[in-house]
Nanobody, 118 residues
Framework: QVQVVETGGGLVQAGGSLRLSCTAS????????MGWYREAPGQERDMVAT???????NYADSVKGRFTISRDGPKNTVYLQMNSLKPEDTAVYFC????????????WGQGTQVTVSS
């Protein structure tokens, strides 16, 4: 099993920055990809940014140029640097760790609230 824990959410004014951290623990040697997703009230959970073990990144169009996903040190720790935040970025942000094929495991954290005031 894999446990995923996010930290770093909070309240920030529009135009400000926040950095989220995510650490996976447990059986992490099968993890192939980690990513950030967000869920605003009344909306579906959407992909924000993902990063594979090979270094390939993928971003939602709405955050390109403002958010950066990165890995530092152990491959099971990722960060989301969020700059130029907008009120529409307000959501609960979740980290997800995904096992490589064919294991197929997907593990979610509990989420961390990000609120951007105008």
């Amino acid at each position: 099993q894999v446990q995923v824990v996010e930290t770093g959410g909070g309240l920030v004014q529009a135009g400000g920055s926040l950095r989220l951290s995510c650490t996976a623990s447990g059986t992490t040697d099968r993890i192939e990809r980690m990513g950030w997703y967000r869920e605003a009230p009344g909306q579906e959970r959407d992909m924000v940014a993902t990063l594979t073990n090979g270094g390939t990144t993928n971003y939602a169009d709405s955050v390109k140029g403002r958010f950066t996903i990165s890995r530092d040190g152990p491959k099971n720790t990722v960060y989301l640097q969020m700059n130029s935040l907008k009120p529409e970025d307000t959501a609960v942000y979740f980290c997800k760790a995904t096992d490589e094929y064919p294991f197929g495991g997907a593990y979610w954290g509990q989420g961390t609230q990000v609120t951007v005031s105008s």
